[in-house]
């Protein structure tokens, strides 16, 4: 199987304009195939502001009602993918950006109602990723891009979770290819001390991570990023890896951040 590395960019490098271009000088010079996820930052909200329309948030959720779903659309599949595309396109990497939509590659389904209705939120199911498309687009040297904006393939958009995107490419993608999934953010990696960038832990495999939650070492928002990342390992991605956006130049040394494995 050859290779193949999807990188999972967060938001606070989306952010800042010097951050996000020192970041894909680093992602266009990694050799191999690869694949981009993003999301949209701040510039959504900051966007749904000046037209008047007010961002709600539940526990660092988005609620996306119609308006909101109309400015997260132009957003994250419009500006900021087609920003990011051009960037890469400077750097000489063939970029190609994507919404779940193009090609059919991505389908989600609205997210149902309980105690909170999240609007047009879209969650992903295990055959939803159409791998045999993507993988055109790689055979073809592409580079794909991928916007946190998916269908439920009846003409309804919706916004899908960049991570959950990120981790379901990677699953699918894992029967045609040997996966490396990447989660690039502002931290050095999984932290024993998360007041010491230094303190990286380089390696945890999955009976160390239960290990680690009950000694409250890794905790709070961390624990399900940690969770989807297993759960992609047991169904067939390679490794996780979990590092500051600013190293990803070292990757492929293998010295970035924490590698999570079986």
């Given at each position: 199987?050859?290779?193949?590395?999807?990188?999972?960019?967060?938001?606070?490098?989306?952010?800042?304009?010097?951050?996000?271009?020192?970041?894909?000088?680093?992602?266009?010079?990694?050799?191999?195939?690869?694949?981009?996820?993003?999301?949209?930052?701040?510039?959504?909200?900051?966007?749904a502001?000046?037209?008047?329309?007010?961002?709600?948030?539940?526990?660092?959720?988005?609620?996306?009602?119609?308006?909101?779903?109309?400015?997260?659309?132009?957003?994250?599949?419009?500006?900021?993918?087609?920003?990011i595309?051009?960037?890469?396109?400077?750097?000489d990497?063939?970029?190609?950006?994507?919404?779940?939509?193009?090609?059919?590659?991505?389908?989600?389904?609205?997210?149902?109602?309980?105690?909170?209705?999240?609007?047009?939120?879209?969650?992903?199911?295990a055959?939803?990723?159409?791998?045999?498309?993507?993988?055109?687009?790689?055979?073809?040297?592409?580079?794909?891009?991928?916007?946190?904006?998916?269908?439920?393939?009846?003409?309804?958009?919706?916004?899908?979770?960049?991570?959950?995107?990120?981790?379901?490419?990677?699953?699918a993608?894992?029967?045609?290819?040997?996966?490396?999934?990447?989660?690039?953010f502002?931290?050095?990696?999984?932290?024993?001390?998360?007041?010491?960038?230094?303190?990286?832990?380089?390696?945890?495999?999955?009976?160390?991570?239960?290990?680690?939650?009950?000694?409250?070492?890794?905790?709070?928002?961390?624990?399900?990023?940690?969770?989807?990342?297993?759960?992609?390992?047991?169904?067939?991605?390679?490794?996780?890896?979990?590092?500051?956006?600013?190293?990803?130049?070292?990757?492929?040394?293998?010295?970035?951040?924490?590698?999570?494995?079986?």
């Amino acid at each position: 199987m050859s290779v193949l590395n999807i990188i999972k960019i967060g938001g606070n490098i989306i952010d800042d304009p010097e951050q996000l271009e020192a970041f894909l000088e680093k992602f266009s010079a990694l050799q191999g195939r690869k694949i981009l996820v993003h999301g949209g930052g701040k510039i959504a909200t900051r966007i749904a502001a000046d037209l008047g329309i007010e961002a709600k948030m539940v526990e660092g959720r988005r609620i996306t009602d119609a308006p909101m779903l109309d400015v997260v659309t132009m957003v994250y599949a419009g500006l900021t993918n087609k920003n990011i595309v051009a960037n890469l396109q400077k750097l000489d990497c063939d970029a190609i950006g994507l919404c779940g939509a193009d090609g059919n590659v991505i389908k989600a389904v609205k997210r149902p109602v309980r105690e909170i209705d999240y609007g047009f939120a879209g969650d992903i199911l295990a055959d939803s990723v159409n791998s045999l498309a993507i993988k055109k687009l790689l055979e073809a040297e592409f580079t794909p891009v991928f916007s946190a904006i998916t269908h439920n393939g009846l003409g309804q958009l919706l916004n899908t979770n960049a991570d959950t995107i990120a981790s379901s490419l990677a699953v699918a993608l894992s029967k045609l290819y040997e996966v490396s999934l990447i989660y690039c953010f502002e931290k050095n990696g999984v932290l024993l001390d998360v007041d010491n960038e230094n303190s990286v832990i380089e390696t945890i495999r999955s009976g160390e991570f239960e290990q680690l939650k009950d000694n409250k070492i890794i905790h709070d928002g961390m624990i399900p990023k940690l969770q989807n990342a297993f759960d992609a390992i047991a169904k067939g991605v390679s490794n996780v890896y979990i590092g500051n956006a600013n190293n990803l130049h070292l990757y492929q040394q293998r010295k970035f951040g924490t590698c999570l494995i079986a």
